[in-house]
């Protein structure tokens, strides 16, 4: 047998070596920084803990608060499960703590100067 077949099936958009565009139903954009600290950045790169000991109070705020986000999203299962909706406030709470740990973790990994600020919102 010959590879690929010599007469391969022809649909519309398919075929042995191509593939339908796909469509994702999430857009992510990350605005680049205009300027950047390099005076953060000098000492970040061969002291990573810098960033980690500038991070300590938001660390300890975000801990407690993921584990409020535990107990929440639990008592969510169990009010989808019996009311078939995910209340919004939860929704927003866990959002809002999702959203904080990544701007946590993009300024230890070193993606942002600006520090997290204390808030779930954006």
Known sequence: MTYPPPNPPQQ??????SRPEPTFPVQFEIQR???????????SIPFFFVRMIALIPAMIVLYFVMIAFGVVAWI???AV??????????HEFGTGVLRWQTRVSAF???????????????
Do not use: I
């Open 33 to 43: 920084a205009d300027t950047q600290s390099r005076v953060l950045a000098l000492f």
């Open 12 to 17: 519309p958009g398919y075929g042995y070596y």
């Open 81 to 90: 499960l019996f009311t078939g909706r995910y209340p919004v406030g939860m």
């Open 76 to 78: 969510g299962q169990w």
């Open 108 to 122: 230890m990994y070193g993606l942002t100067d600006r520090y997290p600020p204390f808030r779930l919102r954006p």
